[in-house]
């Protein structure tokens, strides 16, 4: 006789929570049993019950013949939205900030589970949480569908792109509290993350209300165009969002660097991807061609964001130690022959630096390989592609070799010196020009000596971007910023040979000792 159908699936429940995240069902079944949870998701029914007896009492007599559906949808979305864009992130960052707090990640650390597997547990509960506070609201907004003044679409659109909206905040909110370890650190970052969640709470319902007002153009192709294009991107950097939590949890021993490089490079390979497929179909697809004054200050802009993109990651990439434990040499071990491929990609800072010139190389060879195929890119724009590689060069080989130099010196110095030593450098660079320019009456005319602001790369490159400097003169500074590029070149030089041949050759175990007893019968 079987037992009861109620106790088998019990059953069948209880197996396949096994096959689950532990973190995941630890952080579930604690969320859903918390005080905050309960009193968020009550308070959303209640004021969402309140909208819809308020607003049908106040619409008065004739509400089935008005249009009024959109303004009970916006009511209801700004209910959900303090829910999904305030309490669910802010949730996750208390989440895991609470286990340095309460001495728990020390228990965490030791178990089998790895870095990866918390932090997906963590991200995951936080999405239970965010699909349970949308069937909370799900009824009522059916009901504002059966009013008139807004459409299925609609609302289908603003609730997807919400939700996509919460995860990525919610990625952002577990990728700073791991960036704290210190008490003081945790409330400026408490803070920090409470501002910055209202901002997106309000813009969030500021899009939000002027989509509703005029309209979201799901017309046109552009728009649609530039979605997948949003979603991309959000991808890529949740991927990149993760590989940061997940690298500030793992131990130093450990690779903790090559998960943010490959996700670095996917997200420049991703843009330079979708830049030369809308160089190409753009105007197949409905699009505006890029020609003329429009691509010159699309690759300007280009240009601007992928450096900004590969000074952040190449100045962390090139600071780095450039010992490998015997993990990561061990696990190397698996690439074989693709470890000369691999090697950029592999903690070290002079491997870390190979990283950097490589990829600006390939955006400075994008932007001049456009220009010979369009035919109307200026010069302007492939002097200021130069004078960014140079300037990136320059300022993050400045910051290797001092880096190594440091850790030579004490071995107390950190990554983290080195970086704010570069940003340091950078600032005086940029600010000694300009103060000794203020200070001299009788220069009129700063075009008139553009070598005299060149340790400055923000002024010496708006005046590339800009011209407004002779070709000469534009000569003149990009020669002196490529001989400044090869010194910092062949300073990093040896760093950089020894890094990659370091990878290049197969790792060897070391021997077994041999006990003192065996050594003396020998």
Same mark, same amino acid.
């Given at each position: 006789m079987?037992?009861?159908?109620?106790?088998?699936?019990?059953?069948?429940?209880?197996?396949a929570s096994?096959?689950?995240?532990?973190?995941l069902?630890k952080?579930t079944?604690?969320?859903l049993k918390?005080r905050?949870?309960?009193?968020? $998701? *009550?308070l959303m029914?209640?004021?969402a019950?309140?909208i819809?007896? +308020?607003? %049908?009492v106040?619409? /008065? !007599?004739g509400?089935?013949?008005?249009a009024?559906?959109?303004? $009970? *949808?916006?009511?209801?979305?700004v209910?959900l939205s303090?829910?999904? +864009?305030? %309490?669910v992130?802010? /949730? !996750?960052?208390?989440?895991?900030?609470?286990?340095?707090?309460?001495?728990t990640?020390e228990v965490l650390?030791?178990?089998?589970?790895?870095p990866?597997? %918390?932090?997906?547990?963590k991200f995951?509960s936080a999405?239970?949480?965010?699909?349970?506070?949308?069937s909370a609201?799900?009824?009522f907004?059916?009901f504002?569908?059966?009013l008139?003044?807004?459409d299925?679409?609609?609302?289908?659109?603003v609730?997807?792109?919400?939700?996509?909206?919460?995860?990525?905040?919610t990625?952002?909110?577990l990728?700073?509290s791991?960036?704290g370890?210190q008490r003081?650190?945790?409330v400026f970052?408490t803070l920090?993350m409470?501002?910055g969640?209202l901002m997106c709470?309000?813009?969030?319902?500021t899009?939000?209300g002027a989509g509703?007002q005029?309209?979201f153009g799901?017309?046109?192709?552009?728009f649609w165009?530039?979605?997948?294009?949003m979603?991309?991107?959000?991808a890529?950097y949740?991927l990149?969002?993760?590989?940061?939590a997940?690298?500030?949890?793992?131990?130093?021993?450990?690779n903790r660097s090559s998960?943010?490089?490959?996700?670095a490079?996917g997200i420049f390979?991703?843009a330079?991807?979708w830049f030369?497929?809308?160089?190409?179909?753009?105007g197949?697809?409905?699009?505006p061609?890029?020609?003329?004054g429009?691509l010159?200050?699309?690759?300007?802009?280009f240009t601007?964001?992928?450096?900004?993109?590969?000074?952040?990651?190449?100045l962390?990439?090139a600071t780095?130690?450039?010992?490998?434990s015997?993990?990561?040499?061990r696990?190397?071990?698996?690439?074989g022959?693709?470890r000369?491929?691999?090697?950029?990609?592999v903690?070290g800072g002079?491997?870390g630096?190979?990283?950097?010139?490589g990829?600006m190389?390939?955006l400075?060879?994008?932007?001049i390989?456009a220009?010979?195929m369009?035919?109307?890119?200026?010069e302007?724009?492939?002097?200021?592609a130069m004078?960014?590689?140079c300037?990136?060069?320059?300022f993050?080989?400045l910051?290797?070799a001092l880096?190594?130099?440091?850790?030579?010196?004490s071995?107390?110095?950190?990554?983290?010196h080195a970086r704010v030593?570069?940003m340091l450098f950078?600032?005086?660079a940029?600010?000694l020009p300009?103060t000794?320019y203020?200070?001299?009456?009788f220069r009129?005319?700063p075009?008139?000596?553009?070598?005299y602001?060149i340790?400055d790369p923000?002024?010496?490159l708006?005046r590339l971007?800009e011209?407004s400097i002779?070709?000469?003169?534009?000569?003149l500074?990009?020669?002196?910023l490529?001989?400044?590029?090869?010194?910092?070149?062949v300073v990093n030089l040896r760093?950089?040979l020894?890094?990659m041949?370091?990878?290049a050759?197969?790792y060897?175990?070391?021997?077994?000792?041999?006990?003192?007893?065996?050594?003396?019968i020998?």
């Open positions: 079987s037992g009861p159908p109620v106790a088998a699936d019990a059953s069948i429940i209880e197996r096994d096959w689950l995240n532990p973190i069902v952080e079944r604690q969320s918390s905050q949870f309960m009193a968020t $998701f *009550f029914l209640t004021a019950w309140l819809s007896v +308020f607003g %049908i106040i619409s /008065g !007599a509400v089935e013949y008005r009024i559906g959109g303004a $009970f *949808f916006f009511f209801y979305y209910v303090v829910a999904i +864009f305030l %309490i992130p802010f /949730g !996750a960052f208390r989440s895991l900030l609470s286990e340095r707090d309460l001495h990640w650390s030791i178990t089998t589970l790895k990866r597997q %918390i932090v997906w547990g995951a999405v239970v949480q965010l699909f349970i506070y949308y609201i799900t009824p907004i059916a504002a569908k059966l008139n003044g807004i299925v679409p609609t609302i289908a659109f609730l997807v792109a919400s939700m996509l909206g919460s995860m990525v905040l990625l952002v909110a990728t700073a791991t960036l370890s003081y650190w945790q970052l920090g409470l501002g969640l709470l309000f813009f969030a319902l899009r939000v509703m005029f309209g799901f017309d046109e192709p552009g165009w530039a979605i997948a294009v979603i991309s991107f959000v890529a949740g990149l969002l993760l590989q940061i997940i690298a500030q949890l793992t131990f130093d021993a450990d998960g943010i490089r490959l996700a490079a390979w991703l330079l991807l030369l497929a809308l160089l190409l179909f753009g197949t697809a409905g699009l061609s890029a020609t003329g429009v010159n200050g699309m690759l300007m802009t601007i964001l992928s450096g900004i993109h590969w000074f952040m990651f190449g962390f990439a780095e130690p450039d010992v490998l015997r993990r990561v040499r696990d190397l071990g698996r690439l022959l693709f000369v491929l691999a090697a950029p990609f903690p002079g491997r630096l190979v990283y950097l010139i990829h190389s390939i400075l060879a994008f932007v390989g220009s010979l369009f035919g109307t890119v200026d302007l724009t492939v002097r200021f004078g960014v590689w300037y990136s060069v320059i993050i080989g910051g290797a880096s190594r130099v440091a850790r030579s010196v071995g107390d110095f950190r990554p983290s030593l570069t950078l600032a005086v940029s600010i300009q000794l203020f200070l001299d009456r009129a005319n075009n008139d000596s553009p070598v602001f340790s923000f002024s010496t708006y971007r011209g002779n070709t000469q003169q534009s000569n500074l990009l020669f002196v490529g001989i400044g590029a090869v010194v910092s070149l760093a950089m020894a890094g041949s370091d990878v050759r197969p060897v175990p070391p021997a077994p000792a041999v006990p003192r007893e065996v050594i003396r020998v």
